[in-house]
């Protein structure tokens, strides 16, 4: 069946342009994360969904970056006003929520470039 | 706070020799630790996952991973090495006393040359 999808696959932008970056899970699954990989960084976490539960916000770097998920499928993570240092890939995963035990499946990201 | 670490940046192995990429993590409640692989311009990929039982564990492509509860490790393996298998490789663990999102290494790039 078909994986987690993400558009673009990849984006340049200016500085202090905003972007939206989307991700469409695999059909079934309800649990939705969003994780950035950059050179300095390494795989960092960003935001949590699960179902009509307030997300895990705990990772989002500043009040720059949001994210929603509409109708507990796709979700949109949207920087505002980027800066050069969000330049990274930025991964969405998908799993059902079974526990700890889950297995996230990734999509194959967003290259945002921001000059 | 959970952590996993990967010691090593790059791992060298010749096609036909068995290889091995090293994890450990820190303690902190009961671990559920995952290799995931990443090919060029690709997501990551799921290999295989430790979460209860036997302390090895089968997974894609002919790889396995040991878990060691006594040295905190869980390092993947194959018997032998293939070009193709020339990646970058990422270990990740989360604990039943934390979040439910993973935290990962900061990767192994594994180059195993004909």
């Known amino acids: 069946g078909a994986g987690v999808s993400q558009s673009p696959s990849n984006k340049v932008t200016e500085k202090g342009k905003d972007v939206e970056l989307r991700c469409d899970p695999i059909?079934?699954?309800?649990?939705l994360y969003w994780y950035r990989q950059s050179l300095g960084q390494g795989l960092e976490f960003l935001i949590y969904?699960?179902?009509?539960?307030?997300?895990?916000k705990s990772g989002l770097p500043s009040d720059r970056f949001s994210a929603e998920r509409t109708g507990g499928s796709v979700s949109t993570l949207t920087i505002q006003r980027t800066q050069q240092e969000d330049s990274a890939v930025y991964l969405c995963?998908?799993?059902?929520?079974?526990?700890?035990?889950?297995?996230?499946?990734f999509g194959p990201g967003t290259r945002l470039l921001v000059l | 706070a959970q952590s996993v670490a990967q010691p090593e940046d790059q791992v060298n192995v010749a096609e036909g020799n068995p290889l091995t990429v090293k994890c450990t993590y820190s303690v902190s409640g009961n671990p559920y630790l995952f290799w995931y692989v990443q090919y060029p311009n690709r997501g990551l990929q799921f290999l295989l996952k430790?979460?209860?039982?036997?302390?090895l564990v089968k997974g894609s492509y002919g790889f396995e991973a040991e878990f060691n509860k006594s040295q905190t490790s869980f390092h993947l393996k194959k018997p032998s090495a293939l070009v193709s298998d020339s990646a970058l490789y990422f270990c990740a663990v989360r604990f039943d006393t934390g979040r439910r999102a993973l935290t990962f290494g900061s990767g192994t790039r594994l180059q195993v040359q004909p």
């Open positions: 430790y979460i209860t039982g036997d302390n």
């Open positions: 969904f699960q179902g009509n539960s307030a997300p895990d």
């Open positions: 059909s079934g699954h309800t649990a």
């Open positions: 995963a998908s799993s059902l929520p079974t526990g700890y035990q889950e297995t996230q499946y």
